[in-house]
């Protein structure tokens, strides 16, 4: 229940609550006891008092001046500011007030013995109080006694009580909203984040993420926010492949169309140029061997174009796997066996690296031969002065790796970004389309490709096709 925002501020609100109202309770329980453990002492310091002076007052002959005086001495009366013994003569027979001793009582206070005999003993002046109590002794009244009482010790007491409980609130009010500064931090900071996060998702980054972990409504809400970005993700993703799926079948449809208006016509000059070879041919041999040599060269031009037309086809149509179980490492070999000549005449050596041997996979020969192939070309085309090329392989977890690393020219770095590109090329004899073959065929195959190159340090190809542990 707390877990939530709405149960926390519950929460906070029931324990500043209890806290005010425990707290006032305490307060105005010790003033209580305070105000009555004064009142109790008072009571009895009245009393005291009140007991010494009809004593004095009802002892026959003379009273002993010294020994009241000692006794009103002692008394210690919160709020009494004057008690006094008068005699019936109205004069002062002794008084806290020793200056007060021995003189005849004034008009004021007259008529507050006046008004105690009517029935009036207690008469209000300001903050003050005058209580004329009279001593009778047989219905003869022995005289009285005057005490005169302030309530400005009651008012400093009180309005102590209320500052302590005025502080006391203050102090509750300053907690809660200190709690409630903490909770506003602890929400408004996470929000913060994700604002953050929305707006690089706005500016197109989707790959970020927020954390989990809190139970809360910013928990859900940032568990939210992360599907949301994934389901952008799997948005763009599906895009991007059918912009592409969309993109190689134009590509593929228009291959096609320009593979068969290319291929048609070659096959028949070539024809005509094996015609013209037969029906033609020069008496001389210097003539022949100079028609026979332009001939040569034309049904090679002828050659090369049928080979563009037919990369074409090649790319558009759809493959259609042929797997059977293949030896990888006798594979290699034979496109290494391939080109072992063409590497001696042009200078590069290759070198093999096989770390373990390389499985039995059930894939489609033809189709991987065809871009082992075209790589190893495209490596040799990158060291025209010769160099070193690395064919490397090994078995990982759940994968067979083979790299093909090239000591040639390396490229930039908007190069690598592009080259599984179809038609995207930097090599003037070529269309581009053989790194792209290659990038189809392994997926087909349900591998992976990647390509990485700089400038000077050469270029390195890895191809990973899906193999099982056991036969890794």
């Not at 007030?97 to 021995?102: D, P």
């Not at 009517?118 to 001593?135: A, Q, R």
């Not at 996979?361 to 060291?383: E, G, H, K, S, W």
Request: hydrophobic fraction near 40%; charge should be neutral; proline fraction near 4%.
């Amino acid at each position: 229940m707390f877990t939530s925002l709405n149960g926390k501020l519950v929460a906070i609100m029931l324990v500043l609550s209890l806290s005010l109202v425990t707290v006032l309770v305490l307060l105005y329980h010790h003033t209580e006891k305070v105000l009555y453990a004064d009142f109790e002492q008072q009571t009895a310091e009245l009393s005291e008092a009140i007991r010494i002076g009809m004593e004095e007052l009802s002892r026959k002959g003379a009273y002993s001046d010294q020994s009241l005086k000692t006794a009103l001495a002692r008394l210690n009366v919160k709020g009494v500011k004057e008690i006094s013994v008068i005699s019936t003569s109205h004069r002062v027979l002794a008084s806290s007030e020793s200056a007060e001793v021995g003189k005849w009582l004034t008009r004021s206070k007259r008529e507050l013995i006046v008004r105690a005999e009517l029935g009036k003993p207690v008469t209000s002046e300001g903050s003050f109080y005058d209580v004329v109590i009279p001593v009778a002794s047989e219905g003869l009244t022995l005289g009285y006694i005057h005490l005169r009482m302030s309530t400005e010790a009651f008012s400093v007491f009180l309005h102590t009580s209320i500052i302590r409980r005025i502080v006391a609130a203050l102090f509750i009010f300053l907690l809660g909203t200190g709690l409630a500064w903490v909770l506003a931090r602890w929400y408004t900071k996470p929000i913060e984040e994700m604002v953050r996060a929305a707006r690089r998702v706005a500016g197109g980054d989707l790959q970020c993420e927020l954390p989990m972990e809190r139970r809360d409504e910013i928990g859900q809400l940032a568990q939210n926010f992360n599907f949301m970005i994934g389901k952008l993700r799997e948005d763009r993703d599906l895009r991007e492949k059918l912009r592409k799926a969309e993109h190689l079948a134009g590509i593929g449809q228009f291959s096609r169309s320009i593979a068969h208006e290319i291929k048609n016509p070659l096959n028949f000059i070539s024809l005509g140029i094996d015609h013209m070879q037969e029906a033609y041919r020069p008496d001389t041999s210097q003539d022949a061997d100079r028609f026979d040599s332009l001939l040569g060269n034309m049904k090679k031009e002828i050659q090369r174009v049928s080979r563009f037309a037919e990369s074409f086809l090649e790319f558009g149509k759809s493959l259609e796997l042929n797997r059977v179980d293949t030896d990888m490492g006798g594979l290699i070999g034979t496109v290494l066996d391939l080109v072992a000549v063409k590497a001696a005449k042009e200078g590069v050596e290759i070198v093999r690296e096989t770390e373990g041997p390389p499985p039995v996979l059930r894939v489609d020969p033809d189709f991987i031969r065809t871009c082992l192939y075209n790589i190893v070309l495209n490596a040799f085309q990158a060291m025209p002065g010769g160099g070193r090329l690395v064919v490397r392989t090994r078995s990982q977890p759940g994968w067979f790796v083979i790299e093909l690393a090239d000591s040639g020219q390396g490229a930039p770095p908007e190069v690598v970004t592009h080259a599984f590109d179809p038609f995207f090329t930097t090599k003037t004899g070529g269309i581009g389309l053989g790194l792209a073959f290659t990038k189809r065929v392994v997926e087909e195959h349900g591998g992976r490709a990647s390509f990485e190159s700089q400038p000077g340090q050469g270029s390195t190809v890895r191809m990973l096709f899906p193999c099982p542990s056991e036969e890794a």
